[in-house]
Every structure is written in structure tokens, then in C-alpha cells.
């Protein structure tokens, strides 16, 4: 049985290879400045970021070491979650003249979007250590090469389950329900707020915001799983220390969580889409 | 593998598809829960196959005959596995190359040679296999000075020449014909049509649908038609197509 479906991802494995090459070749295929603009538009946003936040929320006594690439670590791993959710939302009903008349694997479909917004987002990381590089060499700012940096890689590989595993949802959801890819703007908008990227949550003080003695608020906001990858992103690249263990066991179960749930809906509604398309 | 008995490649058992009509189409959440809470979701059954069943031998090639909405497409598709049926089952030895209505697996933004691997990758074919077939695509085609422009440029007819091209290039076991030798002009056509006679030789099975008894008996030994999803009728393609062109004559 499992064997099945193995061989069906061996046979169109060069599907998933095909798709994902295509879509980190369009991507920027229009541009003039193509390809650069992923180590660009990274660098662009958070100078603007940073000229916008920084008064507020930049002061090095709340312990943010380096403003800028606090934003930087924040917003590179915000922006892959939200991009490559949003294609693989848009991944099923974007391909739907393909799907409506061969057999393939549809799961190939948002799984590829996925690790394509993954190769332009490791190809992005660059610009983090660019700027890191600029920081170390030429200002004082206490930033320092550590072994922890290597560990990086943890959060990020998390960062991935859960995007697979919330775009193999979205992808089923958009099929049936056309309403989500809007609502899902607005929600990655509110999720923009929600995750500390331009701010460190003990800046806001929400434990002053109780409900019966409980900090609801800062509760709320630590739920969100994109906190916990952060934060460990940032114990890694910004702050040379081991991450927090509640962060590492609470995101990798929340995505784990979802990729079932995705699975799941995939297996049960895959049949079905072809009478929605 | 020598052996008398021919071999089966598509075995169609008491296959039989249902489709829910919604009286109204509901696409959004609102709607859907408002119907739901009111019970207002009605769904009508339509049966767009019922019970068929047919065996296609390797080397064979069947014309799917009927008029318009007697399940033609519908059989395609249950074939190809793009839809499961609602009963009975299919078997298919050997690997299917559908033919996309003018290249609907092709990216737009890609050139013509880019997209003749993201189309072999559709049916599951590696670059390195595509590679050793992309002379041929490139001659039968014709568009060799156009292979590098993307496809949103591309005429109709030059589509239809490259989707023709990349899935009669890979030879398949299966090919299906979904009336797609009706598009392109008539020099395309007569090449199109030797190309596939000349994929029979190579013990090739075809499915072909349409409406053309001309072209039907032209290319098929044998054919079947569809009624209100049933098989009304099967045999050699001459005798089906008679019955087809009374049907239609008499209408």
C-alpha cells in the first residue's frame, strides 16, 4: 500500500523537479535586474522597515543587538511562509487545465510551489549574511560568528513542514471555497502584526494585559508557531545561543500537527477536485 | 514476447460515473452554509456512464463514436485516471499519452523547448529521455526557429504542432485522440494522420474520439457507441460507424 505511493513519486519525480525549476526560472524572467532582485527586495523592505520601526522599536537596550538584522532574520522567514502558502493555495486551481486532462500526482502540485519558494528563499539568505558581514566588519555592534549559526538550519527545516503542511490545506480549501485566498490575505496581513519581526514581543508589554491574571495577549502571540521559529532563528544567527527547547518542541509538533491534517484533507479531497475545477 | 493471445491494455469492467447536479452552483462559504441551514441543497443524480464495460487489446484501435453529451469525454477522462468512477474499475497496461487540447500543459512564459520537458515531466518522463527525443519533436514540429520563444507567443496551430509533436515523440503505449486531429490546417492534418499510422506498425493502442465517421474509419479497427452513457453499440469500426451515420441522419 505505502509502496504505492512511493513508486507513484518515483515515477513523477521529475515532475516535481520540472516545476520547480520553471518556477525559479519565471520568477524574476521579466525583470531587468532578474535574479538580483531576491537578494534586492529583501534588502529593499527592510531598509524601509527600519527607517519606519526603527525610532520605536530599534533601541539596542531592549535587547535586539542589531535592529536591522533582527528585521532581516523576521521578515526572510515571514516572507517564505507567507509566498510559498500563497502559491500552493493558488497551485491547484492554477493548473487545473493540466489536471482536468492527465493523471499526475496532485500533491505534486502545491509540494512543488513549496520548495520553489524554498530555493529562492535560501538564495535570499545571502543577503542576511551580506549585511551581517557589513555589521561584523564595519561597526562595533556585538555580533560574533558562533557554531550556533550552523543550527540555523533547524528552525528553517521546521518553517518548511509548516509550509507544506498549511499549503497542502490552503490548496484543498481554494478549490472548494474560492472566498479563502481572500480571507487568507487579510489573515497573512494580521499574521504580519502577530509575529514579532519588526518588534520584540517584551517591547509591548502585553503582560500587563491580563484577563484574570493570565497575560492572554502575549499568550495569543506566543501560540503563533512562526514566534517559536523565529525566535529560534534569531537565538541562532543574532544571539549565538542555544534556543529555547519549548519553542523547538512546540513549533516542530505544530507542524507535524498540520502536515497530517494537510495530508489527510489531500487524501480525502483529491478525487473530488476534478468536479470543482 | 511471442505469444498468441493478444494482450490487454485497457480492460473496462462495469464502469459506471455519477455526478451530483447541484441545482445551483455554490462556490463560496456563505452560500454553501446558508443552504445548508435552510436544507436547501438539493442534488439531482446524473449518471454520465452506466455500466460499461469493453476490452481494448494491445494494438487495437477504438473509435469512441456518440453525439454530444453521451459520456464521450467523460470515458477519456475515467480512462487516463484523471477521475475515479463512481463504480466498477480500470485496468491499463502500459503508459497513456493524452493529447492536451492545443497544449494545455505548456506554460506560457516558457519557450517552446522548455516546455517540451515540462510536458514530458507531466506525463512522467525525465529531461534526460526528453533530450534524446527533442530532434525528432523539433523536426516534426517545425517551429525550429520559434523554440526559444515563449509559448504565449506562439500561433495556435504551432501549439497544437508542438503538443502533437511531444506526445506521439515519447511512444507512448496508449494514445488518445480527443478530436484534436480536427485543429490545424490540412497539410498538418495528412502529417498528423501518417505520423499515427506509422505509430500502429509499432503495435501502438489508440483511443479516438470523434465525431468524423470518415476519419474514424480511416484510422480505427474497431469502435463503440456511447448513448446517455451506454453502450449502444460495438464492433468493427465500418459497422459502427453505419449505425452512427443513420443515427445522425435520421436526426
Known sequence: M???????FYKYRFLLSEIVRKNVRLQYRDSVLGMFWTFLQPLLTTIVLVLVFGRVFGKSSDGVVNYPIYLLCGRLLYEFYSQSTKRAMHSITGSASVIKKVYVPKYIYPLSNIISTFVTFMISLTVLVAMMAYFMLFTDTPLHLSPYILLALVPVFILLLLCIGVGLILSVLSVFFKDIEYLYDVFTLLLFYMTPIFYKLNQLHLDKVTVGGFPIVEYMLMANPLYSIVSMFRSCVLYSVMWNWHWFFYSLGFSLVTIIIGVWAFYKKQDKFILYL | MPSNKPKTAIAVKNVSMMFNLNNEKIDNIKEYFIKLVTRKLHFSEFWALNDISFTVH??????????????????????CGVMKPTRGS??????????????????????????VFLYGATMGY????????YDDILAFSEIKDFIDVPVKNYSSGMKARLGFAIATAVEPDILILDEVLSVGDAKFRIKSEAKIKNMFDKGITVIFVSHNTDQVRRICNKAILLEKGKIVAQGTADEVCDIYDTITNKK
Open chain 2, 126 to 133: 525525465s529531461r534526460k529521455f526528453m533530450q534524446s527525443k
Open chain 2, 90 to 115: 480500470i485496468t491499463v497496461s502500459g503508459v497513456i499519452a493524452p493529447l492536451l487540447e492545443l497544449g494545455a500543459g505548456f506554460d506560457s512564459n516558457y519557450s517552446g523547448k522548455e516546455n
Open chain 1, 2 to 8: 505505502k509502496n504505492k505511493y512511493l513508486r507513484n
Open chain 2, 58 to 79: 494491445k494494438g487495437e484501435r477504438l473509435g469512441v463514436l456518440g453525439l454530444n453529451g453521451a459520456g464521450k469525454s467523460t470515458l477519456l477522462k475515467v480512462i
